[in-house]
C-alpha cells in the first residue's frame, strides 16, 4: 500500500497570507498526484492533477509542484473563500488509490 | 453540465444490505471510469471501489473486499454500489466520482449511509 502523509493536519492564515501545504508518499508516485478542496457538507472539488497541472476553471493562485515522493499545494494570496479542507492523492496504483489525511485550513 | 446524483442511502442494521445508485448526465458515461470513494462523520476520504469505462477493470479497498460489489450500466448512464454485511464502520457519506487517469474529476452530491441497530 502507498500511504499518504499530509502536513499540517491544520494550517491557520489570515487572508491575503501565502499558504503551503505538504503531501508526502511513501514510495515514489512520480507525479501522478492530485489535490482536491472540501467545503464543510459539499463534495470534493478537483483543484490539481498530475502534481502541477491547474484544472480548468481553478484560480491561478492554487498551483502545485514537487514528484517521487514529496509535493506541495500553495496558495499564493489566500482568499476568503479558499478556507476549507485539502487532501491529496495518489493514483500511480490503479488498484489501490488512496488520500492523505487532509489539511484543514482556518481563518487565523 | 455534467451531473452525478447519488441515491439509496439511509438506515440499516449491521449486516444489512444496501444498494447505492449514481446517475450521470452530462457527459459520455461510456467513456469514463467510475468511483466510490466514502467519507465517515468528521473523518478524512476514502477510496472505496473502481470501475473501468467498459468493466474490464474493477478494483476494490481492502476494507470492502468481498462484501461490495460495484457495477455500472452504460445503458443507463448509471453506476451501482452493492453494499452487503455492512458493519458500523462503513457509515459514511458515499460519494460517486467521474474518473480521469486514476484521479476524480467530478463528484456527485454524496448519500448518506447509517449502518446502525
Known amino acids: 500500500d502507498i500511504q499518504m502523509t499530509q502536513s499540517p493536519s491544520t494550517l491557520s492564515a489570515s487572508v491575503g497570507d501565502r499558504v503551503t501545504i505538504t503531501c508526502r508518499a511513501s514510495q515514489s508516485i512520480s507525479s501522478w498526484l492530485a489535490w482536491y478542496q472540501q467545503k464543510p457538507g459539499k463534495a470534493p472539488k478537483l483543484l490539481i492533477y498530475?502534481?502541477?497541472s491547474l484544472e480548468s476553471g481553478v484560480p491561478s493562485r492554487f498551483s502545485g509542484s514537487g514528484s517521487g515522493t514529496e509535493f506541495t499545494l500553495t496558495i499564493s494570496s489566500l482568499q476568503p473563500d479558499d478556507f476549507a479542507t485539502y487532501y491529496c492523492q495518489q493514483y500511480n496504483s490503479y488498484s489501490e488509490l488512496t488520500f492523505g489525511g487532509g489539511t484543514k485550513v482556518e481563518i487565523k | 453540465e455534467v451531473q452525478l446524483v447519488e441515491s439509496g442511502g439511509g438506515l440499516v442494521k449491521p449486516g444489512g444490505s444496501l444498494r447505492l445508485s449514481c446517475a450521470a448526465s452530462?457527459?459520455?458515461?461510456?467513456?469514463?471510469?467510475m468511483n466510490w470513494v466514502r467519507q465517515a462523520p468528521g473523518k478524512g476520504l476514502e477510496w472505496v471501489s473502481s470501475i473501468s469505462s467498459s468493466s474490464s477493470y474493477i478494483y476494490y479497498a481492502d476494507s470492502v473486499k468481498g462484501r461490495f460489489t460495484i457495477s455500472r450500466d452504460n445503458a443507463k448512464n448509471s453506476l451501482y454500489l452493492q453494499m452487503n454485511s455492512l458493519r458500523a464502520e462503513d457509515t459514511a457519506v458515499y460519494y460517486c466520482a467521474r474518473g480521469k487517469v486514476g484521479y476524480m474529476s467530478r463528484w456527485g452530491q454524496g448519500t448518506l449511509v447509517t449502518v446502525s441497530s
Open positions: 498530475k502534481a502541477s
Open positions: 452530462g457527459f459520455t458515461f461510456s467513456s469514463y471510469s
